[in-house]
């Protein structure tokens, strides 16, 4: 007797489940914002449970959070009594005198006592992984942010004295900005007051032309501003996480404006803001579209002379990469390697390492699997989260309760003016630079071959910023170690990422450390280097500039022309071209 047949269902095929569990992350993203919850599980789980091995970690944390019952109690005594009372040494939200009166300064007391007690209770908890630390640091951060009472009307003295003098206006005109800001996000339109900076007009206005266009990159290059230039000609490569005319804002923020003025020859890149069509673009095509063919082009428009490089952010780390395979080729075209707030090794990262864990780029990657680009505005959100107070509570506030919306800059506008990244480039970028830290450890590859720090030897300058949350300066230092250059300058200046780049050179705010060595073995320790180098008042753009004249040949030349028809490089277009305009 035959036996009836039984259908059997077969385990599905491996690259099917990996496109399932893609699927699947995607999804989840679209419900935590792109984050992933199973890294910030892990890290309260890993904090849980190495608190209940810790008995004398739980008795300090229990009388902390008993001492601080008894403050809140015996402030609150006191400033029920009338007596003006400061509620919080150290938090400039509550230094104003109606912030010393009662509710208020209670309110303020027990928020700021809260806080302490919690950045005690997740920190030095033994055997915690760091990561974990950093991450339970980030959520506490950003909860804590969201609860303070400078945040809502009813808990702070100062709006509502603003809204009884104003008899509620205030108030009117908040909703009104609140109903303008979300009916332009869902137009896709830019942020209020940006579109008063037109890109050609106030912004990226520096006269030149474009002189080379390929599928990633236009090159710009700009008229001369003197009779005569110095022979060297800049190579700016700016990253293409913004738009590059954060180095060409308004007149008085030009960095590439400024540097026309005291005789370079300037050749900028512009981006192309990639499309779901770029998807494919890697670090490879980065480095040959973006740097090897516009050195290329350079070194034809400008013929027999070598090149001062520069690299800002992202585009540094490229540009160190495309250098280091220069000098292991015996290519030497460059002149000097100038890198602006750029890494190259990331062991490091700062505030952003609480994005970059295994889980958060597969999470990362399924999202930008689907749409092929990572958004300008999830990017936004990521940088905003690190620093809520600044970037989100306190525009908030000012916007939708004071009612008062905030004249942007020319940095706001440019801010506003995002972004794309393509999907396998980005992988790339942060997998093996930010997670496997792979070009510090020698393990970087380009088109298969390892790319070697220590082959840079020609003279450097280095520039950090003191508050950047994107490449910490005691990260960016590091590039000392990494490199061989026996003429190497480290700048630090005041100011964050971008706005310390941005430094006029009569910029009134602004200080700065620098130190020279001319061997490529001595250094010091970030700390040590910091001790002992003094601050000194002023730009770094001056101090930079001295720098290019002194690694320039002595005599003056006259300008070249713009682009080179005889060499395949004529003038195609005005400044700024057509890539940075794309949306």
């Not at 809140?72 to 509620?87: I, K, M, Y």
Request: charged share 20%; hydrophobic share 40%.
């Amino acid at each position: 007797m035959t036996k009836p047949s039984v259908d059997v269902a077969m385990p599905p095929e491996p690259q099917d489940a990996a496109e399932l569990a893609r699927a699947l992350r995607a999804q989840l993203a679209s419900v935590t914002g792109g984050l992933a919850p199973d890294v910030y599980v892990n890290a309260w789980w890993d904090w849980y449970l190495n608190l209940a091995k810790e008995p004398p970690k739980q008795l300090q944390i229990m009388q902390d959070a008993i001492d601080k019952t008894v403050d809140n109690w015996s402030f609150g005594l006191r400033a029920a009594a009338g007596q003006p009372l400061s509620p919080a040494e150290g938090d400039d939200r509550y230094h104003g005198d109606a912030w010393a009166q009662w509710p208020f300064n209670v309110y303020a007391r027990s928020y700021r006592n809260y806080v302490d007690w919690w950045q005690k209770a997740w920190s030095n908890v033994p055997g915690v992984v760091p990561e974990n630390e950093r991450t339970l640091g980030f959520m506490a951060r950003t909860a804590m942010e969201a609860i303070s009472p400078a945040n809502y009307l009813a808990t702070n003295p100062e709006l509502l004295e603003t809204t009884r003098a104003e008899s509620g206006k205030n108030l009117v005109r908040g909703f009104s900005n609140w109903l303008e800001d979300i009916n332009r996000s869902l137009g896709g339109k830019r942020a209020t007051g940006t579109e008063k900076f037109v890109v050609g007009r106030d912004v990226a206005a520096t006269a030149g032309k474009v002189v080379m266009r390929n599928e990633l990159v236009e090159l710009i290059q700009y008229a001369p501003a003197t009779e005569t230039v110095f022979a060297e000609p800049i190579l700016i490569i700016p990253a293409w996480i913004m738009k590059y005319y954060i180095l060409d804002l308004s007149a008085s923020n030009s960095l590439v404006k400024y540097l026309v003025a005291q005789g370079h020859t300037v050749f900028i890149v512009s981006w192309k803001n990639p499309n779901a069509s770029d998807r494919g673009f890697g670090m490879d095509d980065y480095l040959r579209l973006g740097i090897q063919a516009t050195v290329d082009a350079v070194s034809r428009i400008v013929p027999d002379q070598k090149i001062q490089s520069v690299g800002y952010c992202i585009g540094g780390t490229l540009l160190s990469i495309a250098a280091a395979r220069f000098a292991a080729d015996g290519d030497q075209r460059l002149a000097s390697v100038t890198l602006l707030a750029a890494q190259q090794d990331f062991s490091e990262p700062g505030e952003l390492s609480v994005f970059i864990s295994p889980s958060q780029l597969d999470m990362l990657e399924a999202v930008m699997d689907r749409t092929g680009v990572l958004k300008s505005e999830q990017m936004g959100a990521a940088f905003a989260l690190l620093r809520s107070r600044d970037l989100l509570w306190t525009p908030a506030v000012n916007t939708y309760l004071r009612g008062k919306r905030e004249s942007p800059n020319d940095l706001m506008a440019w801010n506003a003016d995002g972004t794309r990244m393509p999907c396998r480039m980005h992988a790339e970028y942060l997998r093996q630079l930010y997670l496997n830290n792979a070009l510090a450890r020698g393990e970087f590859q380009v088109q298969g071959s390892p790319v070697d720090l220590a082959a840079i030897k020609v003279p450097m300058f280095v520039v950090g910023t003191e508050t950047d949350h994107v490449a910490p300066w005691q990260s960016v230092y590091k590039t000392r170690g990494l490199t061989r250059s026996t003429d190497y300058t480290f700048v630090l200046t005041s100011g964050g990422h971008n706005a310390g780049i941005v430094s006029g050179p009569a910029h009134p705010r602004r200080r700065h450390r620098v130190r020279t060595w001319l061997n490529a073995s001595e250094t010091l320790t970030p700390q040590v280097w910091f001790e002992t180098t003094k601050p000194k008042a002023g730009s770094w753009w001056p101090i930079w500039q001295h720098w290019l004249a002194q690694h320039s040949a002595p005599a003056r030349l006259a300008p070249p022309p713009l682009g080179s028809a005889a060499t395949g490089y004529p003038p195609i277009a005005d400044a700024p071209g057509e890539y940075v305009l794309q949306k």
